[in-house]
């Protein structure tokens, strides 16, 4: 099984600022991660396949790089909206896919 | 407008059985592989299961492979989860996801809002 280790387990930034979120896979899974977005009592939504391909609809400030073992998802200017918690998921490898333990976002 | 309605959560008891069920409309969904990942209180994600849409390739997560069945009923836009022998590690969110393949290689696109199990005596 591979394990997404994501860091930091929180975020504490400023409206406005960048944030960047780290994810790291166990083994080699090419650039086949997924980024997720979850709200206090929502189901999670898709930001970002592919490692970087933006999800329909998901505004440019969120973008992702990396590849084989190493993820970021960077948010360029923090929105109040963008203040939840994000998971990496691998899906390279089936089954299982894989979650990290997610990166809370918090207003600082 | 992609909508995925789960249902058949509820209060059980250890070692009891249950059936939940995912209503999908707003696309085909016999074009699309399908999931469902669970969600403890307070905890991360987990995925616990996956089919194909025809159903040919099927997976599970370790901990569930043996107690839970995966289905689909392509004419009735519906896919299933049978749970057996459940265990108080089994109580979570349970949410149904529609999935985008890439050949062999699937992620959620869009997710339900979950129906919550509760295992306890």
Request: aromatic letters at 12%; one cysteine or more; proline letters at 3%.
């Amino acid at each position: 099984e591979i394990v997404m280790t994501q860091s930091p387990a929180t975020l504490s930034v400023s409206a406005g600022e960048r944030a960047t979120l780290s994810c790291r896979a166990s083994h080699r899974v090419s650039s086949n991660v997924a980024w997720y977005q979850q709200k206090p009592g929502q189901a999670p939504r898709l930001l970002i396949y592919g490692a970087y391909t933006r999800a329909t609809g998901i505004p440019a400030r969120f973008s992702g790089s990396g590849s084989g073992t190493e993820f970021n998802l960077t948010i360029s200017s923090l929105q109040s909206e963008d203040f939840a918690v994000y998971y990496c998921q691998q899906y390279n490898n089936w089954p299982p896919l894989t979650f990290g333990g997610g990166t809370k976002v918090e207003i600082k | 407008e992609v909508q995925l309605v789960e249902s058949g959560g509820g209060l059980v008891q250890p070692g009891r059985s249950l059936r939940l069920s995912c209503a999908a409309s707003g696309f085909t969904f016999d074009d699309y592989a399908m999931s469902w990942v669970r969600q403890a209180p307070g905890k991360g994600l987990e995925w616990v299961s996956g089919i194909t849409w025809n159903s040919g390739r099927i997976g599970y997560a370790d901990s569930v492979k043996g107690r839970f069945t995966i289905s689909r009923d392509n004419a009735k836009n519906s896919l299933y989860l049978q749970m057996n022998s459940l265990r108080d590690e089994d109580t979570a969110l349970y949410y149904c996801a529609k999935d985008i393949c890439s050949s062999i290689l699937c992620y959620g696109d869009f997710w339900g809002q979950g129906t919550l199990v509760t295992v306890s005596s």
